[in-house]
């Protein structure tokens, strides 16, 4: 059977299917299915893998279309990164890859993109020494690991997500030492 090309919507009311017909028996198996109430069941494998993204520049833009990718923060000289304007529902991740001699920050696009939630600082060599530090919703929008007492130690997370078009919900595990500093500002 030939190939179509449709140029515009692929309109069904009833679901799709993308089949396999045996050569010798002619026995129909379905592969994939969208019911008509847009639920996807499949016998194959769907790819869920994240976009994982590796910093070495001294200064980087995230990309709106980037929404879900892992950064490694990987430039021991320092790191900006500049988030783009906030969306609702864009979420990245950040990781610290190497330990940090030199600032690393992320910056919002937008200084009326403001930072909200929180940063766990622990630091590895004093097994008690853990700090919480809360953004004051006033005028945060960086997250500055410019020190070692910042969390600027490789091994930390950062989880953005944009909750609204001016607030980015930040869920930071970092590690740092000496006397644990708010990344905040």
């Known amino acids: 059977m030939a190939n179509t090309t449709f140029n515009g919507p ?3 009311e009833k679901g799709f299917e993308q089949i396999s017909i045996a050569s010798g028996t002619g026995v129909v198996t379905t592969n ?6 847009g639920n996807l069941v499949t016998t194959g494998y769907v790819s869920s893998y994240d976009n994982v993204v590796s910093i070495t520049d001294a200064t980087y833009s995230v990309a709106s279309t980037q929404s879900g990718a892992v950064f490694t923060l990987n430039r021991a000289a320092g790191i900006v990164v500049t988030l783009p304007t906030a969306v609702a529902g864009l979420q990245y991740t950040f990781i610290v890859g190497t330990t940090f001699t ?8 937008n200084t009326s993109d403001l930072y909200s939630g929180f940063a766990m600082i622990f630091d590895p060599a004093t097994a008690t020494d853990m700090n919480a530090f809360i953004p004051d919703a006033s005028n945060d929008d ?3 690991l410019g020190t070692a ?7 930390g997370i950062i989880r953005l997500k944009a909750e609204t078009a001016a607030v980015w919900h930040c869920e930071a595990h970092l590690h740092g030492d000496g006397s644990l500093a708010t990344p905040f500002e």
Do not use: E
């Open 10 to 12: 692929v309109r069904a």
């Open 32 to 37: 994939l299915d969208v019911d008509t109430s």
């Open 102 to 109: 030199g600032a690393g920050q992320i910056n919002t696009q």
């Open 142 to 144: 960086t997250i500055d």
């Open 149 to 155: 007492a910042q969390g600027w130690l490789v091994g």
